[in-house]
């Protein structure tokens, strides 16, 4: 596409999680530690800025009640995968938060969807991106293997195995976004040699991002094909995009970056 042709916004339908008991009490991710405390007030607005930065922009937010005890709940990514009205439920790796899965399901049953309860652990959109005709999905420190062939099974989508080799990037949604049908932007080094030969060959114009700007969770964003909901501290992407002709909407949610999150990670989206 020419930057000179204007790239069309799809409004999207997301599932939000309010911060009500975020905090980190656990460490399961490079990012968390229990020593260094979350400003739980500050976080309550950066979450409400996104949330109100989401609306500006003609999306739809609906939420599920946070549940006392479950620090990460405000992740709603993680719960499940969501393609054509079909919900691909979640399995947590770490015991804490396992009983989010439970959570989300009753939401999800209560607005009519009918969930898949996976048997290996699979973290949602954490992992499973889908992307054009494919659903990538990451491996290597959450969701399994044995979860991308159940994905395959389930919606009957081509699921390609991503490996992810940097511990800081712990999540696919953490190295790379979809920016609109055709294209995503990622960081190379996040993954496998052969993984990174895979991208190349699928998405041979992606943005490629830099470790600053993946460090900086400028990969945990949010595209509607116009609009990138965007971490303010990533200026190289910033940049690389608006030069791409999309238009980059910041907001920083800097105090769930403690917890290894960003604005992929608190949005859920319902196709
Ligand atoms: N503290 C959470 C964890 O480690 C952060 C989850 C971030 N979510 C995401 N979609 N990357 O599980």
Known sequence: M???????????RFLVC?????????AINPW??????????LAARQWEALMCAYRAHGHTVETVPPVPGLPDMVFAANSALVLAGRVFGSLFHAPQRRPESTAYETWFKAAGFDVYRPE?????EGDLVPAGPYVLAGTGFRTTRAAHQEVQEYFGVPTISLQLVDPHFYHLDTALFVLDEENIAY???AFSPGCREVLARLFPR?????????MAFGL???????HVFIAPQATGLIGRL??????????????FHKAGGGIKCCTQEIR
């Not at 968390?32 to 007030?41: C, G, H, L």
């Not at 992606?206 to 993946?214: E, F, G, Q």
């Open 206 to 214: 992606a943005v490629l991002a830099t470790r600053a700007d993946a």
């Open 2 to 12: 020419s930057v000179l042709t204007s790239r069309v916004p799809r409004p999207r």
């Open 242 to 255: 608006a030069a791409e002709g999309y238009v980059p909407v910041p907001v920083d949610l800097s105090e």
């Open 220 to 226: 945990n964003s949010v595209s509607d094909g116009r």
């Open 187 to 189: 960081y190379p080094e």
């Open 120 to 124: 290996s652990v699979c973290e949602g």
């Open 32 to 41: 968390m530690r229990t020593d260094a405390p979350v400003d739980t007030a």
């Open 18 to 26: 309010e911060p009500r008991h975020f905090d980190v009490h656990y």
